[in-house]
């Protein structure tokens, strides 16, 4: 596959070389936002009639960047082979899943299959790849700080109602959030390390604050789950590293502020996001904009993909009338515990498990959804359990494994440069934290941007990271 990448790339390369590296970087921003962008649209005018635009689009973006990320020719790498195999071995199932029953969302494994894999390949091989790695996920950076203004300039919130932020769905905002915590706390751990001066920390601090007020405004408990799990993991190493080198009390030092910055912000978040889009006066409904609210009737289980909705309408009011709303997550989470009659932990999940795991297959399903009881069902809310749905057992099967192995390479990048200057958390934080959140949430196709990130930190781990500086230092003994 690396002749095949290098091929591809080597006619770029003489003429990308003379190219100043601020320019790249500038080019490769615009490349990433505009996934954002496209995340956005997919999010808002919903998927199912324009799935082939988004890949016409998702593929442009993936030439745009391989080619401003273009300075040299890239080197032969070493793969790290557990975690190719897995890859690879997932895209041909999927591939020959779809050859003997075509996809409605086609396309997916073609990407997995060269797309991914080829940027990585540009990066990893290159002179820069943890600069371009800073680059990107200072994008995801400038995008949350981005949508943020315009949520808090125009885009409501209703008393009572869980919190979509600029999509329509708080669930799939909230995933959003957790990949954006990935980046805070990777940001948090590189200046743990460096032990960085607290102008350089507040701004990550508040920023950070920002991040979770907004998460908990959705309240989505897969977000919030996914995000407890992050910073446990993250505290509990972070925690063991600072023992041993006796530097506790920083460490104690620098969350207690965070936390403290956290909270002092949450009441100034709160105000602002109900006061200024009163001032501004100008609220931005979207036409498939909706309402979500919790339910009605304790006693009665829903689908979670069917979980009642209220349509909006122009202002912050709405023209029928809201069902009865429970007063947070808390309240629903203690409410379920305590009422034995109750679903609503799994929000009817467990019923979706059942119905999708009874039709697992080996050659897989066209769609992915399905009507179960008469009700249609999105997706199955877990991507192993989809994965198996709608490309077979086999690939089902792989994808676990792919995850498992993934979070290994993981850990092993997070050990080999933590010392290194470089944000060396972040692929942990990415593999680890969706690995979670898909646990009880489907998200799997690359344009939607959580999966785009998860996939893409993934393809950086399929090269050795430590085999590339070696080629390098042999390679600058030679000249």
């Given at each position: 596959m690396q002749l095949l990448f290098r091929g591809l790339v080597s006619p770029m390369v003489a003429i990308m070389g003379r190219v100043t590296e601020k320019v790249r970087k500038w080019m490769m921003g615009f490349g990433f936002l505009a996934i954002f962008c496209l995340f956005c649209a997919v999010r808002i005018l919903r998927v199912n009639p324009w799935h082939r635009h988004y890949i016409a689009i998702l593929v442009a973006c993936f030439l745009w960047l391989v080619i401003w990320s273009l300075g040299g020719r890239p080197v032969k790498l070493k793969w790290n082979v557990p975690l190719a195999l897995s890859w690879y071995a997932l895209c041909a199932a999927m591939a020959l899943s779809s050859m003997e029953v075509p996809k409605k969302y086609f396309g997916v494994e073609a990407l997995l299959m060269v797309a991914f894999p080829l940027l990585a390949y540009v990066w990893q091989g290159g002179a820069m790849p943890e600069k371009w790695k800073e680059c990107f996920v200072g994008c995801i950076r400038l995008s949350f700080l981005g949508s943020s203004l315009y949520t808090f300039l125009f885009r409501p919130f209703t008393e009572g109602m869980r919190y979509s932020g600029f999509l329509i769905n708080p669930n799939m905002f909230g995933m959003y959030l957790v990949t954006v915590n990935c980046v805070y706390l990777s940001y948090l751990d590189k200046q743990l390390e460096e032990n960085k001066k607290m102008s350089v920390c507040w701004p990550v601090y508040i920023e950070l604050g920002l991040n979770v007020f907004l998460m908990y405004m959705t309240q989505s408990r897969t977000a919030l789950l996914s995000s407890v799990v992050l910073f446990c993991g993250w505290f509990v190493m972070r925690l063991r590293?600072?023992?041993?080198?006796?530097?506790?009390?920083?460490?104690?030092?620098?969350?207690?502020?965070?936390?403290?910055?956290?909270?002092?912000?949450?009441?100034?978040?709160?105000?602002?996001?109900r006061a200024i889009p009163q001032v501004v006066n100008h609220p931005v409904r979207y036409e498939k904009d909706a309402l979500f609210a919790g339910r009605a009737k304790p006693g009665r289980t829903a689908l979670a993909?069917?979980?009642?909705?209220?349509?909006?309408?122009?202002?912050?009011?709405?023209?029928?009338?809201?069902?009865?709303?429970?007063d947070s997550t808390l309240s629903r989470v203690w409410r379920a515990f305590t009422d034995p009659e109750n679903d609503d932990v799994s929000t009817g999940r467990i019923a979706i498990y059942g119905a999708y795991f009874r039709d697992v297959n080996l050659e897989g399903?066209?769609?992915?959804?399905?009507?179960?009881?008469?009700?249609?069902?999105?997706?199955?809310?877990?991507?192993?359990?989809?994965?198996?749905?709608?490309?077979?057992?086999?690939?089902?099967?792989?994808?676990?494994?792919?995850e498992i192995v993934g979070l290994y390479y993981a850990i092993r990048y997070y050990a080999r440069f933590r010392k290194k200057g470089v944000l060396a958390f972040f692929p942990l934080a990415v593999v680890g934290s969706f690995t979670v959140m898909t646990v009880t949430e489907c998200v799997f196709l690359p344009y939607v941007f959580p999966a785009f990130v998860f996939w893409f930190v993934m393809s950086w781990l399929l090269y050795d990271e430590g085999g590339r500086e070696a080629q390098r230092s042999n390679k600058r003994k030679k000249v």
């Open positions: 590293f600072s023992l041993v080198e006796k530097k506790q009390g920083l460490f104690v030092r620098r969350v207690g502020l965070a936390c403290v910055a956290i909270l002092c912000t949450f009441p100034v978040f709160y105000l602002g996001l993909a069917s979980e009642p909705r209220t349509a909006a309408s122009g202002g912050l009011a709405c023209d029928v009338p809201a069902p009865v709303m429970e399903h066209r769609a992915v959804g399905q009507k179960i009881g008469g009700v249609p069902v999105a997706h199955a809310h877990d991507n192993a359990l989809q994965m198996a749905y709608t490309y077979g057992g086999v690939a089902g099967v792989l994808y676990l494994l792919l």
